[in-house]
T-cell receptor, first 112, second 115 residues
Framework: AQSVTQLGSHVSVSEGALVLLRCNYSSSVPPYLFWYVQYPNQGLQLLLKYTTGATLVKGINGFEAEFKKSETSFHLTKPSAHMSDAAEYFCAVTGSGYALNFGKGTSLLVTP | GAGVSQTPSNKVTEKGKYVELRCDPISGHTALYWYRQSLGQGPEFLIYFQGTGAADDSGLPNDRFFAVRPEGSVSTLKIQRTERGDSAVYLC?????????????FGNGTRLTVT
């Protein structure tokens, strides 16, 4: 079975500061890893995904994440936060099964 | 193009009543998923369809929950004898072919409130 743990249910950063949202996974098979973003009253939107190949993946809105097998991590980063980045972020993993297993989410607050 | 559409966007019902939630996936997507998201939690898998058949219904919490996809497109999630604990946002998603590396496209969800 696959699962993810997101460290920090709430993260606050200043506008222009680095964004770092942490995700660690557990998987008995090579994982496929995803980050989704959810704005208020909206559905989840895919930010980026790792399947195979390059371990540093770039997504939309300037976000990127690095798959580190040795650390079982897939942390999400963005060099400079914008006010519009305030949202709920979910890390998810799948492997041998069909279902995506989501973490509990991290709420990102961006302050002026 | 059109995304995943879910109706209604909000549903309020009384305890013990029956409800149906509808999902219209992206045209051409063979895989369809239902998730449930409770307040402060991540989405929780309920059921997965490949075409018309439920390939994995291991996430359905009990036999009050049932879902169908008779023509391989629109799906309906049905909840019998609703309980207050069923209150949540029910999310539908579709993907092109259901493979593990195929991203899910989510609808905006149906917020179910059981009073």
């Amino acid at each position: 079975a696959q699962s993810v743990t997101q460290l920090g249910s709430h993260v606050s950063v200043s506008e222009g500061a680095l964004v770092l949202l942490r995700c660690n996974y557990s998987s008995s098979v090579p994982p496929y890893l995803f980050w989704y973003v959810q704005y208020p009253n909206q559905g989840l939107q895919l930010l980026l995904k790792y399947t195979t190949g390059a371990t540093l993946v770039k997504g939309i809105n300037g976000f990127e994440a690095e798959f580190k097998k040795s650390e079982t991590s897939f942390h999400l980063t963005k060099p400079s936060a914008h006010m519009s980045d305030a949202a709920e972020y979910f890390c998810a993993v799948t492997g041998s099964g069909y279902a995506l297993n989501f973490g509990k989410g991290t709420s990102l607050l961006v302050t002026p | 193009g059109a995304g995943v559409s879910q109706t209604p966007s909000n549903k309020v019902t009384e305890k013990g009543k029956y409800v149906e939630l509808r999902c219209d996936p992206i045209s051409g997507h063979t895989a369809l998923y239902w998730y449930r998201q409770s307040l402060g939690q991540g989405p929780e898998f309920l059921i997965y369809f490949q075409g018309t058949g439920a390939a994995d219904d291991s996430g359905l919490p009990n036999d009050r929950f049932f879902a169908v996809r008779p023509e391989g497109s629109v799906s309906t999630l049905k909840i019998q004898r609703t309980e207050r604990g069923d209150s949540a946002v029910y999310l539908c998603a579709s993907s092109l072919n259901g493979q593990s590396n195929s991203p899910l496209h989510f609808g905006n969800g149906t917020r179910l409130t059981v009073t």
